[in-house]
Structure formats: structure tokens, C-alpha cells
């Protein structure tokens, strides 16, 4: 058992060294995940934020007094938190797809190397460049004037429920890639997933919402997530939120992990 999961840490970590060179090496697709959230933030805090933050009362939680522009950023920066999540996604998707039509894959069964290492190395690279441009983009936040009264354990807690999320968009997006034919259409495939925190909690209260509209983006899985870190960070009310988003979390992990296994055990594509 111990030379077994020797064997797959081994091909695991040679797999990701991989994943992460390429990231390295193109490095454009990276530049435009992280700063497509942070021209968001910009734009919604400086464009809109004024208006919309006067209507939110303390919703943006008790850092602020009154409303306005601060209340606003402080508001909406678990959304757009979000957004670099969903992001990301793409970048999976066509990295997994690129592997399956490229013919490397077909190559890489030849050899004994533990299969699961290919997707997972992919799971673990992807996180770690997701998770980065959270980093980077709560940074600019900051600068602007985001503000947070959590302790360190509470921002541990934040990032965890981030971290969870991440984990299960990202295995969400290798499946995608899996079923893609092409790269380019792997591209698209996780375009939808950009509205989910638009048509939830992220920038505007659920409640402001038509009622139609507001049932969805209570349920939907990005609103939960986004009601705990922000609950978590900025003192808001979390309520049932936290476990809501695990079950979410946990069962599109789940879920997506099974079926892009049962895609990669198929017979691999051709090289184009």
C-alpha cells in the first residue's frame, strides 16, 4: 500500500510540475482570468457603487456607517471573489481538452504512469492558480478600501469555504474539457457559470430581486457561498448558509470527480 501511494504522489507531483510550467508559459490566458475580476470590482465600486451602496442598509455588514461607496466594496468583494473562481474554469477546460485531442493523453497510457495523476495534477494546478488570483484580487480590494473585522480564524474559515468551491468548479471544468471535442469549444462550455454570481447575493441582496428571480438566486450554489465568506469576513448574518454551501460544494466535487473518471476510461481521441 505504501509503495502504491509513493507511486502516485511520485507521478502526481511530475504531472503538476507540468501543469505548472505550462501556466508559466503562457502566461496571457492567467493575466486575463485575474484582471477580468478586478475590472469588475473596479466598476461596480466606482461606477455604481455610490448608488448601490446607499440601498443595501447592513447588508455590507458592520464595518462601515451609512452606506455609499464604502459599504458597497465591502459588499461586493466576496462576489467578485467569485467571479475569479468561475473564471478560472475556462483555463481548466481548455488545458484538459488540449491534453485529449492533442494526443499526449494516448501517449501517457502507454507508459506506467498512475492515470488518475493526469486529471488530478490539473485539480491541483488549477487551484493553486485560482487561489493566487483570489490573493491578488482581495488585494486590490484593499487598496481601494475593502475592509474586514475577521479574526484569523474566521479568515481560515473563509478561505476554506473558497477553497471548497474552487475544488468543485475546477473538477467541474475537467469534465467539461473531457467532453469537449475541441479546445475551442471547451472554451465556451464554461461561459454560463459567469452569471451564476450575477443571478445570486454577489452585487445586489437577493430580496431586491423580482420574485421569480429571487427564488433562483436563494438556491442556486454561488448565493450560500457567497452569505458564509462574506458573513465571515464582514460579520453578517450566516445562518443555515455554511452548510448549504458544503452540501453544494461536496456534492459537485463528488459528482464531477465520477464523471470525468468515466470519461478519461474511454478510449482516447485521436490527434487532430
Same mark, same amino acid.
Given at each position: 500500500?505504501?509503495?502504491?501511494?509513493?507511486?502516485?504522489?511520485?507521478?502526481?507531483?511530475?504531472?503538476?510540475?507540468?501543469?505548472?510550467? *505550462?501556466?508559466? +508559459?503562457?502566461?496571457?490566458? !492567467?493575466?486575463?482570468? /485575474? @484582471?477580468?475580476? %478586478?475590472?469588475? $470590482? #473596479?466598476?461596480?465600486?466606482?461606477?455604481?457603487?455610490?448608488?448601490?451602496?446607499?440601498?443595501?442598509?447592513?447588508?455590507?455588514?458592520?464595518?462601515?456607517?451609512?452606506?455609499?461607496?464604502?459599504?458597497?466594496?465591502?459588499?461586493?468583494?466576496?462576489?467578485?471573489?467569485?467571479?475569479?473562481?468561475?473564471?478560472?474554469?475556462?483555463?481548466?477546460?481548455?488545458?484538459?481538452?488540449?491534453?485529449?485531442?492533442?494526443?499526449?493523453?494516448?501517449?501517457?497510457?502507454?507508459? *506506467?504512469?498512475? +492515470?488518475?495523476?493526469?486529471? !488530478?495534477?490539473?485539480? /491541483? @494546478?488549477?487551484? %493553486?492558480?485560482? $487561489? #493566487?488570483?483570489?490573493?491578488?484580487?482581495?488585494?486590490?480590494?484593499?487598496?481601494?478600501?475593502?475592509?474586514?473585522?475577521?479574526?484569523?480564524?474566521?479568515?481560515?474559515?473563509?478561505?476554506?469555504?473558497?477553497?471548497?468551491?474552487?475544488?468543485?468548479?475546477?473538477?467541474?471544468?475537467?469534465?467539461?474539457?473531457?467532453?469537449?471535442?475541441?479546445?475551442?469549444?471547451?472554451?465556451?462550455?464554461?461561459?454560463?457559470?459567469?452569471?451564476?454570481?450575477?443571478?445570486?447575493?454577489?452585487?445586489?441582496?437577493?430580496?431586491?430581486?423580482?420574485?421569480?428571480?429571487?427564488?433562483?438566486?436563494?438556491?442556486?450554489?454561488?448565493?450560500?457561498?457567497?452569505?458564509?465568506?462574506?458573513?465571515?469576513?464582514?460579520?453578517?448574518?450566516?445562518?443555515?448558509?455554511?452548510?448549504?454551501?458544503?452540501?453544494?460544494?461536496?456534492?459537485?466535487?463528488?459528482?464531477?470527480?465520477?464523471?470525468?473518471?468515466?470519461?478519461?476510461?474511454?478510449?482516447?481521441?485521436?490527434?487532430?
Amino acid at each position: 500500500m505504501s509503495a502504491t501511494l509513493a507511486y502516485a504522489v511520485s507521478d502526481t507531483t511530475t504531472m503538476l510540475r507540468r501543469s505548472i510550467r *505550462r501556466m508559466m +508559459r503562457y502566461p496571457s490566458m !492567467t493575466l486575463v482570468l /485575474i @484582471g477580468l475580476p %478586478i475590472i469588475f $470590482l #473596479l466598476l461596480f465600486v466606482y461606477v455604481f457603487g455610490g448608488t448601490l451602496g446607499d440601498g443595501l442598509g447592513g447588508a455590507a455588514g458592520g464595518t462601515t456607517e451609512g452606506g455609499g461607496r464604502q459599504a458597497y466594496i465591502n459588499y461586493v468583494t466576496p462576489g467578485v471573489l467569485l467571479l475569479a473562481v468561475v473564471g478560472t474554469a475556462t483555463a481548466t477546460a481548455v488545458m484538459v481538452s488540449t491534453d485529449m485531442t492533442e494526443g499526449i493523453v494516448a501517449r501517457f497510457r502507454t507508459m *506506467r504512469i498512475f +492515470r488518475p495523476s493526469i486529471l !488530478t495534477a490539473h485539480v /491541483i @494546478g488549477s487551484m %493553486i492558480q485560482t $487561489l #493566487l488570483g483570489m490573493a491578488i484580487v482581495l488585494g486590490v480590494a484593499f487598496l481601494i478600501g475593502f475592509r474586514s473585522n475577521a479574526t484569523p480564524v474566521e479568515w481560515l474559515a473563509a478561505t476554506g469555504v473558497l477553497a471548497l468551491l474552487v475544488l468543485a468548479i475546477t473538477w467541474l471544468a475537467v469534465g467539461m474539457g473531457l467532453v469537449a471535442s475541441t479546445p475551442e469549444s471547451a472554451s465556451n462550455m464554461p461561459m454560463p457559470l459567469m452569471l451564476l454570481p450575477f443571478l445570486g447575493s454577489g452585487f445586489v441582496p437577493t430580496d431586491s430581486m423580482p420574485a421569480w428571480l429571487g427564488t433562483f438566486a436563494e438556491y442556486q450554489p454561488f448565493t450560500p457561498v457567497n452569505e458564509t465568506v462574506r458573513g465571515l469576513l464582514l460579520g453578517t448574518p450566516i445562518g443555515h448558509s455554511a452548510w448549504i454551501a458544503v452540501a453544494w460544494c461536496t456534492g459537485i466535487t463528488v459528482v464531477c470527480f465520477l464523471w470525468s473518471l468515466s470519461l478519461f476510461d474511454r478510449e482516447p481521441r485521436p490527434a487532430r
